[in-house]
């Protein structure tokens, strides 16, 4: 069988995301084995990040414009150098931030690319990027970000207000520290989710609740984001677990989301917050938790809005001192020349990695790369309109990421239909990888 991509066959078509928005899945065949990939979409994006186009214009270039150049270029997919030279040539063709095919034309198969190299050498994809990327290949254990409870304008409904009935704050995840293995961190995550479920249908009432984009919990009625912490706190310790611990928490407040760039304000229930007085509140937040349990927070994701980075830097300084580490996300929109500005300035020492931010598993790579020869943590993310691709999970264990970040843990009495995973199928296969890992070694 081939292992050429002249031979490659490749087929796209458009399926709904867990929003039940469209998207575009694509299947390739090579050396008598298919191979498929699909592609997440956010709702809060970052401003400088890859251009997407209509699913349905996404398939069309797939067909019309990104196969002819797979297979003209004719590259032996059986060598590395093969698959990067044929990566790097799309990636070139579809222009800045992929203005010319859609990050969402370019991704799918992109992945689709990486799974058949590493087909054609009888491995699994996490497999094969350690293999052929030892820059970035690890065996480091990766933290699970579950994100249990949500409020910012992934939990909001129509005619809902911020700080009104829904928190400010976007996201508050958990991140159990104790497990030994996967599948046991999962079990703590699914443990807090479940007693926050209760807790939250105890003080608001069951019918106030819903689960919000990323499967996390949000209720109507619980609009201050210092309650909603002390809510989470609570959970984590009915489920059993020690706050600071047994289990750490990250936020992700979506700064840019909450600031009006005509006012240069921050929107925090009724207060609207210069950049230093929302920083200041930031810092208040995080003390207030950690005066009463020590070591609480993990992280914290874009403490100020995408192009404030002066402001970061200071801010980050501060927060840093606490021992928290600042992820940027839409800061650096993982574009090499958006983290390049953060290593200059001294910023954020986190990487949120979204490979559709950057169009390329290829171009992913390489800007984890730089972040890794900066000491920057890698932290592996999903989008709020998620597949049940588990490419993230794969990346995440084969480069040993300080953590992925890839929603609710969905236990399974709440979410029986195994079409809905799309949160879950990416730990199964976090946890499928590590038990095969100690099975064969």
């Known amino acids: 069988m081939t292992s050429r991509s002249a031979s490659l066959e490749i087929e796209a078509r458009t399926i709904k995301d867990s929003r039940g928005d469209a998207t575009v899945e694509v299947e390739v065949e090579i050396a008598g084995r298919t191979l498929s990939a699909s592609v997440p979409a956010g709702k809060t994006k970052g401003g400088d990040e890859a251009v997407t186009v209509p699913a349905a214009k996404a398939v069309e270039t797939i067909h019309d414009v990104i196969l002819p150049i797979v297979r003209q270029l004719d590259v032996d997919l ?12 799309l990636v070139e063709r579809a222009g800045v931030r992929c203005e010319s095919f859609g990050a969402n034309a370019l991704l799918p198969v992109s992945i689709a690319l990486w799974r058949c190299a590493a087909a054609v050498h009888g491995l699994q994809l996490y497999e094969y990027i350690r293999a052929q990327e030892p820059e970035l290949a690890s065996t ?10 949500n409020g910012g304008y992934h939990a909001l409904q129509t005619g809902e207000q911020l700080g009104v009935d829904r928190f400010d704050l976007q996201e508050m995840q958990i991140v159990p520290q104790s497990a030994p293995s996967y599948r046991e961190a999962l079990a703590m995550a699914e443990r807090v989710d479940t007693a926050l479920a209760e807790l939250l249908a105890t003080r608001f009432g069951a019918d106030r609740m819903r689960r919000a984009d990323e499967a ?17 706190v609570e959970a984590i310790s009915l489920a059993g677990f020690t706050p600071g611990v047994d289990i750490k928490i990250t936020i992700d407040p979506a700064s840019s989301h909450l600031y009006d760039a005509a006012t240069e304000r921050y929107r925090i229930g009724a207060q609207r917050l210069s950049p230093g007085q929302y920083g200041e509140y930031l810092l208040a937040l995080l003390d207030r938790h950690a005066a009463r349990f020590p070591n609480l927070f993990e992280s914290v994701e874009d403490p100020l809005q995408e192009n404030d ?7 980050s300084s501060e927060i840093k001192k606490r021992g928290v580490i600042v992820v940027g996300d839409d800061f650096y929109v993982t574009q090499r020349d958006r983290l390049e500005k953060g290593i ?6 986190g990487l949120l990695v979204k490979p559709n931010q950057n169009g390329s598993l290829y171009g992913t790579l390489e800007v984890m790369k730089l972040a890794r020869r900066h000491g920057i943590a890698l932290v592996i993310s999903h989008r709020s309109g998620e597949t049940l691709d588990s490419t ?25 239909g195994r079409h809905t995973w799309f949160r879950r199928t990416k730990y199964l296969r976090m946890i499928a990888i590590d038990e095969s890992e100690r099975e064969g070694g």
């Open 78 to 89: 059986a060598t590395h150098a093969g698959l990067i030279e044929l990566e790097r040539t």
């Open 140 to 149: 480091g254990r990766v933290r699970l970000f579950s994100n249990v409870l």
């Open 216 to 232: 996390g919990l949000s209720v109507k009625g619980l609009a201050d984001n210092g309650e909603a912490l002390d809510l989470l």
């Open 309 to 315: 980075w002066s402001g970061l830097e200071a801010l």
């Open 344 to 349: 200059a300035a001294g910023s954020a020492n």
């Open 392 to 416: 993230i999970a794969d990346l995440a264990i084969a480069v040993g990421a300080h953590g992925i970040k890839t929603g609710a843990p969905q236990p399974e009495r709440v979410f029986p």
